[in-house]
């Protein structure tokens, strides 16, 4: 059973930092792409960030190109948590932000090119709000 806990969001002023922090329990698999998605009201779910876990390319990273230079996506060494740095934030930055995982079985992470139909296992979210 695999479960994934957000935590971390809040309020922040624009020009703030955040991180939030995604414990995974249950994944038994070596292979997987550990990705963040938000969605802000009115939008639809957007790609923010991933990192992949697998034999080759293990730890390669992924951004979108609005977050890019801002945000960065991290592992701790067991890759029990999963890490969002949010700084220079923007009031866009806004939405209820997801940790998810995909099983990655093209060897990659399909995040920018595919959305979230590869991620099938999510957590309930976590709001960000900046102000």
């Known amino acids: 059973h695999v479960q994934l806990v957000e935590s971390g969001g809040g309020s922040v002023q624009t020009g703030g930092s955040l991180r939030l922090s995604c414990a995974i329990s249950?994944?038994?698999?070596?292979?997987?792409?550990m990705g963040w998605f938000r969605q802000a009201p009115g939008k639809e779910r957007e790609g923010v960030a991933a990192?992949?876990?697998?034999?080759?390319?293990?730890?390669?990273?992924y951004y979108a190109k609005s977050v890019k230079d801002r945000f960065t996506v991290s592992q701790d060494n067991a890759k029990n948590i999963l890490y969002l740095q949010m700084n220079s934030l923007k009031l866009e930055d806004t939405a209820i932000y997801f940790c998810?995982?995909?099983?990655?079985?093209?060897?990659?992470?399909?995040?920018?090119?595919?959305?979230?139909?590869?991620?099938?296992?999510w957590g309930q979210g976590t709001q960000v709000t900046v102000s």
């Open positions: 998810a995982i995909s099983r990655a079985a093209g060897g990659y992470c399909s995040i920018l090119t595919r959305g979230a139909i590869d991620f099938g296992f």
């Open positions: 990192i992949y876990n697998g034999d080759i390319n293990d730890g390669t990273t």
């Open positions: 249950g994944y038994m698999y070596r292979t997987g792409c």
